[in-house]
């Protein structure tokens, strides 16, 4: 995720995010109460979520359907059908969910008792599952969108439809899940909608269906996928098709009315991916693209295989070029880092968001010339500031009550970057670059964490490199800039009288 954007980039690119309301509280509609102990909500023990996801269980693959009501203020029925093999035996079942009507719940066929427990849907089969048996959850339910007015996540309303934008903690406002990125699943998606609607969602096509004033489009991935990087796009869309490097099918989602003015920059996507792949290996999915929606988040959206952005941002004049390509190429890295390679836990997030800052400045320098050294050098000028603020890069604060996605702060993007700059100054260029490459590769398609990278990168520097990354990753503040003895923080400025006057 970027953090928000100003209403007119400032030169130094410090993007600080507006207050946003509470998430919205469950909704889940009880119909069947389970019998014995009260239900109660379940986590896997993250230090910035801890009920975010569900002990018990490993997800294979999530199969979604989706029916679109044709307006994007109505509920929308859905069943979501959840594969799982069981790592420990369970009377009980949890998953995360929390803004629709659950109708149903079959557990292997049979149906299963349920009701709600904070933000969980807590499910009780018949029979208990014993440790390693591999079951099949199916729950009927409806899938809310959020009020016109609160975008926190789950279901974004756009002008003509509908977009997801799951970060950190929403996906579990679109469909029951085991919403933690340590849990990663394939996914298939069928998308019923009028005539006249397009629907898109990630990975592959696999069929579109007519049946009297409705289509049924389907899509799958083909890797697995965290699921805050579910996406689904519904609206007035025209998909836009090219190749990428190596033959990759890219296809691309704009407002139909737009598909010409916006040309120019969907076109400019093959070369971001052959620059990319030249820093850092082979692109690691099936297809890419960008999702080009009318609405207005504030963010944009690395959706694996589908990033979302605000059109605005490609159409406002007040945006550079350099910029917003700069933008395109943060949300394109995370294709590698935080989609391919995800986070182990919410603490380990500086993982995605410092390296995809890291390239997005790189691409700016290569390409704009604009510095990396003059960024990093103000990164480390501000960088107790946003330790204090916000924590060390590897241990951010948790957010504010009603604030979930408040995790997203400056340590994490350019506060982690100024890590990575760090890194690259204490083990030399040829060592950091070979250390990159060797991160995506070894880790493709899994979740790992900060002590992960650690030792990798100890491997690769040919030493141990804890105590570095114990100072940078995790110390109250920022240690010298090795190479850089002159790099000083810098004070806040000092608030001027008028900001005291009521």
Sequence with gaps: MLLTRP??????????????????????????VAAGAPAEPLGVGDRIFPELGNPGYDVAAYDLAFTYPGSNDKPIAAVTTIDARLTDSLKRINLDFAHGTVESVE???????????????VVTP???????S???????????????????????????GLAMANQADAAHLVFPCNDHPSDKAMFTFHVTAPNGYTAVANGLPTGEVKAGGTTTWSYRSQHPMATELAQVSIGHSAVVRRKGPHG?????????????????????????????EGKIGPYPFETYGVLM??????????????SLFEKDIFTEPAYP??????????????????????????????????????????????????PLQDRMKAAYGASDRWRAAGGPPARPKPPAPGQKIGIFRPNIYDGAALVLFAL???????????????????NRDTSVGTADFVRLASAIGGRDLTGFFQDWLYGEKTPPMPGHADWKQVPAPAPSSSANKS
Aim: proline share 5%; glycine share 4%.
């Design 293 to 306: 929606a009318q609405a207005s988040t504030g963010f944009e959206l690395e959706t694996q295989t589908l």
């Design 321 to 370: 070029k350099w910029y917003i390509e700069s933008v395109m190429v943060h949300e394109l890295s995370h294709q590698w880092f935080g989609d391919s390679v995800s986070p182990r836990t919410w603490s380990d997030v500086w993982l995605n968001e410092g390296h995809a800052t890291w390239y997005e400045a790189l691409y700016a320098e290569e390409k704009a010339d604009r």
């Design 134 to 160: 591999v079951t099949r959850i199916t729950v009927r339910h409806t899938s809310d969108p959020v009020a016109a007015d609160d975008q926190d996540g789950g279901w974004v309303r756009t002008t003509d």
């Design 248 to 276: 990759l099918p890219l296809r691309d989602v704009v407002p139909a009315a737009d598909k010409k003015e916006l040309e120019p920059w969907l076109a400019k996507t093959p070369d971001q991916i052959a620059w990319m």
């Design 107 to 121: 557990v292997d066929g049979r149906r299963a008792a349920f009701t709600s427990a904070g933000e969980d849907l």
């Design 424 to 442: 690259r100054q204490e083990i030399g260029k040829d060592a950091f670059e070979r250390l990159e490459k060797v991160w995506v590769q070894e």
């Design 7 to 32: 209403t007119r980039p400032h030169p130094a690119l410090r993007f600080l995010r507006r207050p946003k309301a509470a998430l919205l509280a469950s909704a889940v509609t009880v119909c069947l």
């Design 126 to 132: 018949d029979h208990a599952l014993p440790l390693g």
